[in-house]
T-cell receptor, first 110, second 115 residues
């Protein structure tokens, strides 16, 4: 069964304390892996798309990487405004549907 | 990125009434849109796939007669919650993308409260 698992569920960081969020997936042939940020009461905001193992994407303090089994979202020197829920999703072959993980709730303390 | 707009952002309705939620792609055409439901502190649950000019495809366990989807144009899909009850209260979100092979963009979401 196609599945996406994110860890940790919740993470509290001090401002400037770098860390990584994990997204593990089991899917028979990955078409794409997507990272989104969701603020409370809002729809998810697109961050990155990764298609093949070894691929990396960067945007400001965020960097996403992909292996054959998992993806990491690295947050370097986070700021309080980075506090949000980060969602990972995969697009399985033969379908355009997304399979979402349960998300990581990140809180960055000033 | 592409823009998907959802309306209204929040709605309160009485039990037994129907509510319509609109999802528009503002700067691209979308033959397919997706509707999700999200409970507090939980992830997105796909409800249905909306196909322009044809019937929607519903996920297992989603009542098609309760959640009516109409995708009448390439830029608009609507979700109507019929005979709403308090248990239908939730956060509803739509998504679409310029291409089915790339990232999807999400609307702002609609908070539905049934009283």
């Amino acid at each position: 069964e196609d599945q996406v698992t994110q860890s940790p569920e919740a993470l509290r960081l001090q401002e400037g304390e770098s860390s990584s969020l994990n997204c593990s997936y089991t899917v028979s042939g990955l078409r794409g892996l997507f990272w989104y940020r969701q603020d409370p009461g809002k729809g998810p905001e697109f961050l990155f798309t990764l298609y093949s193992a070894g691929e990396e994407k960067e945007k400001e303090r965020l960097k996403a990487t992909l292996t054959k089994k998992e993806s990491f979202l690295h947050i370097t020197a986070p700021k309080p405004e980075d506090s949000a829920t980060y969602l990972c999703a995969v697009q399985a072959p033969g379908t355009y549907k997304y399979i979402f993980g349960t998300g990581t709730r990140l809180k960055v303390l000033a | 990125g592409a823009v998907v707009s959802q309306h209204p952002s929040w709605v309160i309705c009485k039990s037994g009434t129907s509510v319509k939620i609109e999802c528009r792609s503002l700067d691209f055409q979308a033959t397919t849109m997706f509707w999700y439901r999200q409970f507090p502190k939980q992830s997105l649950m796909l409800m249905a796939t909306s196909n322009e000019g044809s019937k929607a495809t519903y996920e297992q366990g989603v009542e098609k007669d309760k959640f009516l989807i109409n995708h009448a144009s390439l830029t608009l899909s609507t979700l109507t919650v019929t005979s709403a009850h308090p248990e239908d209260s939730s956060f509803y979100i739509c998504s679409a993308g310029p291409s089915m092979n790339t990232e999807a963009f999400f609307g702002q979401g609609t908070r539905l409260t049934v009283v």
